[in-house]
């Protein structure tokens, strides 16, 4: 079973835009879902889905919270499994590689693990490419 997600990309936006997009809970609820998130360690979030068929509020405990580097725990309500997000960026001049990983998948139980492994990769695909048309078309970052 595959417990770690991983994904790169390098985005055409200054790397002060991404990291706004990603830890500021007006921007995370205008691009990915309705956000009660602040990036301080300790913080206990909530992301919830506006009624969204099949979507569970997400919970969980900002760990780290520095310049460029932001991990949290994630916790599907009702799971009682809690895995890791981990989001970490890279000045390219102009550019920014985001690097994102989201570990502990395995903790679900039997075919569980697998349906979360799948759902959870394509949805970062999706989530991926909602903040680079957000950081396009929204703020018109460069």
């Not at 969204?52 to 009682?80: D, H, M, R, S």
Request: glycine letters at 8%.
């Amino acid at each position: 079973m595959k417990d770690v997600i991983t994904k790169t990309q390098v985005l055409s936006h200054s790397i002060d835009k991404v990291w706004d997009a990603i830890s500021k809970a007006e921007e995370l609820s205008t691009w990915f879902i309705k956000a009660d998130f602040k990036a301080e360690v300790g913080y206990r979030y909530t992301f919830t889905s506006d009624g969204k068929e099949g979507c569970e509020p997400i919970l969980g405990v900002v760990q780290k919270a520095e310049p460029y580097t932001l991990i949290y725990t994630w916790e599907v309500q009702n799971t009682n499994v809690e895995t890791t997000v981990k989001w970490e960026l890279e000045d390219l001049g102009g550019k920014t590689r985001l690097y994102l990983e989201h570990s502990g998948i395995s903790k679900y139980a039997g075919d569980t693990a697998i349906k979360m492994y799948t759902d959870f990769n394509g949805g970062w695909d999706n989530c991926i490419s909602l903040l680079d048309e957000y950081l396009l078309n929204e703020i018109h970052a460069e």
